[in-house]
């Protein structure tokens, strides 16, 4: 836990979110933006500044995506296709300092991103 971090307030249940999926590991939510019909933020329960803050071994990442095909078929974005995305540090237009996936879909997304 980080004090001050938005993502582990939503952990904690200390601010609201629209959960979608919860474990023991990670938590799922909808994004209070959202860019696309189906945009579902996959964050670990643990407080990881960025994907580079994993230690080798961890197996949260292969776990985050695990739970993003879970998402991904429930909400029917699986038949037509999504992007799951990390952005990491300035250059990645990473805002929120807690690892975490964008899960998007239910539209055609432009490639490249910009
Ligand atoms: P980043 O730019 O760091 O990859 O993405 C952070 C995402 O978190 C943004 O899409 C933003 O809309 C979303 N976000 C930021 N604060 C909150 C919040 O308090 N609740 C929810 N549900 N999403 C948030
Ligand atoms: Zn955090």
């Known amino acids: 836990m980080s004090k001050d971090c938005?993502?582990?307030?939503?952990?904690?249940?200390?601010?609201?979110?629209?959960?979608?999926?919860?474990?023991?590991?990670?938590?799922?939510f909808n994004d209070i933006a959202p860019q696309a019909p189906v945009h579902v933020i996959i964050i670990p329960k643990e407080h990881f500044?960025?994907?580079?803050?994993?230690?080798?071994?961890?197996?949260?990442?292969?776990?985050?995506?695990?739970?993003a095909n879970r998402?991904?078929?429930?909400?029917?974005?699986?038949k037509t296709g999504f992007r799951l995305v990390n952005n990491c540090g300035k250059d990645g237009n990473q805002t929120v300092p807690h690892l975490h996936y964008h899960l998007l879909g239910g539209r055609p997304l432009?490639?490249?991103?910009?």
């Open 110 to 114: 432009l490639w490249p991103p910009g």
């Open 6 to 28: 938005i993502f582990c307030k939503i952990v904690n249940k200390e601010i609201p979110a629209d959960v979608v999926f919860e474990d023991d590991q990670v938590i799922a």
């Open 71 to 78: 998402i991904a078929l429930k909400t029917g974005i699986a």
């Open 49 to 67: 500044e960025s994907i580079l803050s994993v230690p080798a071994g961890n197996d949260i990442i292969s776990h985050m995506h695990t739970v």
